[in-house]
């Protein structure tokens, strides 16, 4: 099965699903999201992906509040969407 990256907008908030790649240099653990072009890092792999949650959501909020969110992802490449009536990027 092919993981679908998604970010969709829903009263409740924002679901979003996107590829996690946790590596290892040197002595620093990172964990990149290709699709975002977004990373975090730290010397455990659990820290890393924790820093890369903290990432995402600034980089969510800012986007949010600055209204460049869709422009910024269709930068990345991502497409816009309708499913079942929800918004989706």
Request: aromatic share 14%; net charge negative; hydrophobic share 40%.
């Amino acid at each position: 099965m092919t993981n679908i990256n998604y970010i969709s907008f829903k009263n409740e908030g924002i679901e979003i699903n996107v590829s996690l790649f946790v590596f290892k240099e040197g002595d620093t653990y990172i964990a990149y999201c290709p699709s975002l072009d977004l990373s975090g890092y730290d010397l455990t792999e659990e820290s890393a992906c924790s820093d890369f949650d903290y990432m995402l959501a600034d980089y969510l909020n800012d986007q949010l509040r600055n209204g460049t969110l869709r422009a910024d992802l269709a930068m990345h490449g991502w497409k816009v969407g309708k499913v079942n009536g929800v918004n989706w990027v």
